[in-house]
C-alpha cells in the first residue's frame, strides 16, 4: 500500500526557502544548528546532510503571497504581544494571547527567513484599546485567526513552490487551531462547518482595513528588525 | 514513487522528534503541559508535547525529514484520497460509536455529536471524490474509549491530531481540486484538535506549525491505537 518515496531534505527544498527559514527560525548558521542537532542525535544532522543550496529566491508570485502573509502575522503577532503586556484581559483569554502571540511570532520569522532580503518591514500599529478589552478583543481575534485560515486555503492553491506550499500548510493548520481555541472561549462553537471554506485577499484586507489598526504602511526594506514589539 | 522500505517510523525521525520535543522554548509561554517522556505513539500523535516546547525552529524542522512530496497526478491523488479516507473511517467510526452508546455527557456528548457528523460528512466527500470506488471500511473496536470519559477525551486528541499530520503530509501531494477539499479538512481537523484539547485542559496550539506525518507514521500510529482488526 505504500507508495510514497521518502527524499531528500535536498530533493523537496528545490529553491532552499525552507533551509533558510531553518536558519532564520534557530538564528543560527547552519553549522551552530547542525553542532547542536548532534546533542539530540547524529541521526538528526545525517537526515538534514545537504550541499550548500542554491540562493536562488522564490518565484515572483510566492514571493508577493509571503510578503503579504507576513504583514498579517506582524499585526496579529502585535495585537497579541501587547494584549500579553498590558495584562488586562480575564485569564484564559490572556493565556491564549501569550500562547497565540508566541505562534505568531514563531510564523513572521519563519516567513521573514523563507522571505529573506524580500522580507518588508513592520507596519506601526495603534489598537485603539482592543488589547485591553476582553469583548474587543476576542471579537477581533476570532475574526483574524478564521480569516487567516480562509485565506491560507486561497494562497494553498496560489503558489508556485511546493516547498512554499508545505510551510504554509503547517502554518494553516495553526491559525484554525487558535480560531477553534478562542471561539471556545468566547462560547462560540469552535467547528462550524464540516468544510472550512476559503477567503480572498481582497476580504482580509477590507477586515484589517476595517480595523484602522495599520498607522503607517509597511517599507519594503527588510534589513531591520521588525518593530511590534512594544 | 519508489516504495519506501521504512514500515515505521525510522530511527532517524524518531530521534529528530524526541530531540525537538526534548529542546526547551525561549517563549515558554503558558507551560499547562510538564515536559515528559513520550512515547512513539504520542510522538506521532503529537498528543503531549510541551506547551511552547517546540519553537518555531521545530516546525519546518519537524517536517523536513519526514516530509514525503511527489509530483502530483490523478492517480496519486486516488491512492492519497483512499488513505486519507482510511483515516476518516476510524474518526467517524469512533464518534458514531461514542452517540449510539450514549454514555458520554454535557460539552463531550455535544462535541461527539457535532465533530461526528462532519467526519460523516469528510468521509462522504471523499467516497464521491472517489467515484464511488472507495476502499473496504476497517472493522473497527474501540473498547471502552467511546464511554469512558476520560479515555474519550485522550482518544479524542490521538486521533485528531493523528489526522490532521496525516492531511498535513498530503494536501502538497495533490492536484488543485482535491487539494482544496483535503485543506478544507484539514482546517476542520485543526477546530477539532484545539477544541478537545481546550476541554482536556492541554494546550491547543503547543507549537508554531503542525508536524506532517508520512503515510508510513500515519499507518504506526493506527496500529498502536489497537483499534483496527
Redo the contacts between chains.
Keep these: 500500500?505504500?507508495?510514497?518515496?521518502?527524499?531528500s531534505?535536498q530533493a523537496?527544498?528545490c529553491d532552499g526557502a525552507?533551509a533558510e527559514?531553518?536558519d532564520a527560525?534557530?538564528g543560527d548558521t547552519r553549522a551552530d544548528f547542525f553542532r547542536k542537532?548532534v546533542?539530540?542525535?547524529s541521526?538528526?544532522a545525517?537526515?538534514?546532510e545537504a550541499p550548500a543550496l542554491a540562493k536562488q529566491g522564490l518565484p515572483k508570485k510566492d514571493t508577493k503571497i509571503l510578503q503579504f502573509d507576513l504583514t498579517l502575522e506582524y499585526l496579529q503577532a502585535a495585537m497579541y504581544t501587547e494584549a500579553q503586556r498590558l495584562r488586562a484581559l480575564p485569564p484564559r483569554t490572556l493565556?491564549w494571547a501569550?500562547?497565540?502571540?508566541?505562534?505568531?511570532?514563531?510564523?513572521v520569522?519563519?516567513i521573514r527567513g523563507l522571505l529573506g532580503k524580500d522580507a518588508v518591514k513592520s507596519p506601526r500599529f495603534n489598537f485603539r484599546g482592543v488589547t485591553e478589552d476582553d469583548r474587543a478583543f476576542t471579537e477581533t481575534a476570532v475574526a483574524f485567526e478564521d480569516l487567516t485560515?480562509a485565506l491560507l486555503?486561497t494562497q494553498?492553491?496560489q503558489v508556485k513552490s511546493?516547498g512554499v506550499?508545505?510551510?504554509l500548510?503547517?502554518?494553516?493548520?495553526?491559525e484554525?487551531?487558535?480560531?477553534?481555541?478562542i471561539r471556545?472561549?468566547a462560547g462560540v462553537?469552535?467547528?462550524r462547518?464540516?468544510?472550512?471554506?476559503?477567503t480572498s485577499k481582497a476580504k482580509v484586507v477590507k477586515l484589517v482595513d476595517s480595523t484602522r489598526f495599520v498607522v503607517s504602511a509597511p517599507k519594503t526594506s527588510g534589513r531591520r528588525r521588525p518593530k511590534y514589539t512594544g | 514513487m519508489k516504495p519506501s522500505s521504512a514500515g515505521r517510523l525510522s530511527d532517524k525521525g524518531l530521534a529528530l522528534l524526541e530531540f525537538l520535543a526534548r529542546g526547551q522554548s525561549t517563549e515558554d509561554a503558558t507551560a499547562q503541559e510538564p515536559p515528559r517522556t513520550l512515547t512513539r505513539g504520542q510522538l506521532l500523535a503529537g498528543g503531549t508535547v510541551a506547551a511552547g516546547a517546540i519553537t518555531g525552529a521545530g516546525i519546518l524542522l519537524g517536517g523536513l525529514p519526514t516530509l514525503a512530496v511527489s509530483k502530483p497526478s490523478k492517480a496519486q491523488d486516488r491512492r492519497v484520497l483512499e488513505y486519507l479516507l482510511q483515516v476518516e473511517y476510524i474518526q467517524s467510526g469512533f464518534y458514531g460509536e461514542a452517540e449510539r452508546r450514549r454514555a458520554l455527557k454535557g460539552e463531550l456528548a455535544e462535541f461527539a455529536e457535532r465533530v461526528g457528523r462532519q467526519e460523516r460528512a469528510h468521509v462522504e466527500a471523499l467516497e464521491k471524490a472517489l467515484d464511488g470506488n472507495a476502499p473496504k471500511k476497517p472493522s473497527l473496536d474501540f473498547k471502552d474509549a467511546t464511554t469512558d470519559p476520560d479515555k474519550f477525551v485522550s482518544t479524542a486528541v490521538e486521533l485528531e491530531e493523528m489526522a490532521l499530520a496525516a492531511f498535513n503530509g498530503q494536501v502538497p501531494n495533490l492536484t488543485p481540486q482535491p487539494l482544496l477539499t483535503a485543506i478544507e479538512i484539514a482546517s476542520v481537523e485543526a477546530r477539532h484538535t484545539g477544541w478537545i484539547r481546550d476541554i482536556a485542559g492541554r494546550n491547543p496550539a503547543p507549537r508554531p506549525a503542525d508536524v506532517p506525518a508520512t503515510q508510513d507514521e500515519t499507518n504506526a500510529a493506527i496500529e498502536d491505537t489497537g483499534f483496527v482488526s
Excluded at chain 1, 98 to 107: D, I, M
Excluded at chain 1, 176 to 181: D, E, L, N, T, V
Excluded at chain 1, 193 to 198: E, I, Y
Design positions: 500500500m505504500e507508495h510514497r518515496a521518502q527524499l531534505l523537496v527544498d525552507i527559514a531553518v527560525l534557530t542537532a546533542i539530540g542525535g541521526a538528526l545525517a537526515s538534514l493565556d501569550k500562547v497565540v502571540g508566541a505562534n505568531e511570532r514563531g510564523h520569522r519563519a485560515a486555503k494553498a492553491l511546493r506550499l508545505a510551510a500548510v503547517s502554518l494553516h493548520s495553526v484554525a487551531r487558535h480560531a477553534a481555541w471556545h472561549i462553537v469552535p467547528a462547518a464540516a468544510f472550512d471554506k476559503r
